[in-house]
């Protein structure tokens, strides 16, 4: 069966909805209207009338689209959204789903520090068994080292990587070499993981989220 959205006044964008689709969106804590006016930017900048949730979009059209929704992204900024891109293509498909899309926005404008966490510790669990080890922990010293280094202007590459270390070690609370989900989320939360790994201007575009009017320009 299908279903429409219209009690709340919701009509075109996604058009006709399964339960499941409409639940997934509500649980995202999307409106109606939101759902409509960022599925009209996804379609303004792929040129197309209308779009579903299994609607992709590749590297130019996504960047269409994320410059309209969060206008205080800046080229020339610390942010580069080729990585931002490939951060919320989480199948590795070369392309971003609208699903993925939604979901990905409603983690990091709508989520608490506990939902941020959690998506975060899944990037980094390539294997999906709910623990980080081995090349794992590496990956993650590594992104860590690098967005303190631009967090703080200045921050040497040794103090970096000792400050990196040194936020692995406390997040590992019963010390043997291996992380779990919830010691991540638990001292994560303790430590301030989210600010360290996403860094000062990601949090500050994250913020400049608005809901899309007119279309979205690909240049």
């Known amino acids: 069966s299908r279903l429409i959205l219209e009690e709340e006044g919701y009509q075109g964008g996604f058009g006709a909805m399964s339960k499941v689709e409409s639940k997934e969106l509500k649980d995202m804590g999307f409106s109606a209207k939101e759902i409509k006016a960022l599925s009209k930017c996804v379609a303004d900048a792929k040129g197309a009338k209308t779009v579903d949730g299994n609607t992709t979009m590749n590297l130019q059209e996504f960047t269409a689209f994320f410059k309209r929704v969060f206008p205080s992204y800046k080229d020339e900024g610390g942010l580069d959204i080729e990585n931002i891109f ?25 989520g608490d520090d506990q939902t941020k966490l959690s998506n975060m510790f899944s990037s980094f669990d390539l294997d999906d068994n709910g623990v980080l080890e081995g090349d794992e922990i590496g990956n993650l010293l590594d992104l860590l080292k690098i967005a303190l280094q631009e967090n703080e202007q200045g921050k040497s590459e040794k103090d970096a990587v000792k400050e990196a270390a040194d936020l692995v070690r406390r997040i590992d609370s019963n010390k043997n070499g291996r992380v779990t989900k919830e010691e991540w989320c638990t ?25 899309p009017e007119g279309k979205c320009v690909i240049s």
């Open 187 to 211: 001292i994560g939360k303790e430590v301030g993981l989210v600010k360290a790994l996403l860094g000062a201007e990601f949090l500050k575009v994250m913020d400049s989220y608005e809901l």
């Open 86 to 110: 490939l951060n919320v293509d989480r199948d590795k498909s070369g392309t971003v789903e609208v699903r993925e899309m939604m979901l990905w926005i409603s983690i990091y404008i709508k």
